[in-house]
């Protein structure tokens, strides 16, 4: 995991919040969108949260995959993240 694409990654209120909204559960685009609108988060295109999420995927926070009943759904890779700036290192779990 590369330290800068996960601290370029984190860099971002939005993504931040994707990550807190699919720890609950697996989530599609249009349901991660709902979901910040719902919560009064400003976002105005499912576009956005796509590309924030893509993001996030190459930054290896988040994975992909596809299930029959929903579709491509996200799913957090990475619950904690330490970071050790002394010898630029990510230990993730």
Not at 32 to 38: G, N, S, T
């Amino acid at each position: 995991m590369e330290t800068d694409k996960v601290i370029s990654a984190l860099n971002s209120k939005m993504r931040r919040e994707i990550l807190k909204t699919i720890s609950k559960e697996p989530m599609t685009v249009m349901q991660v969108f709902e979901e910040l609108k719902r919560r009064n988060f400003e976002v105005k295109y499912r576009e956005t949260v796509y590309r924030a999420l893509e993001r996030l995927l190459d930054a290896g926070l988040v994975e992909k995959y596809y299930n029959p009943e929903k579709g491509l759904c996200y799913r957090i890779k990475v619950k904690l993240i330490t970071l050790d700036l002394a010898n630029d290192v990510i230990e993730i779990r």
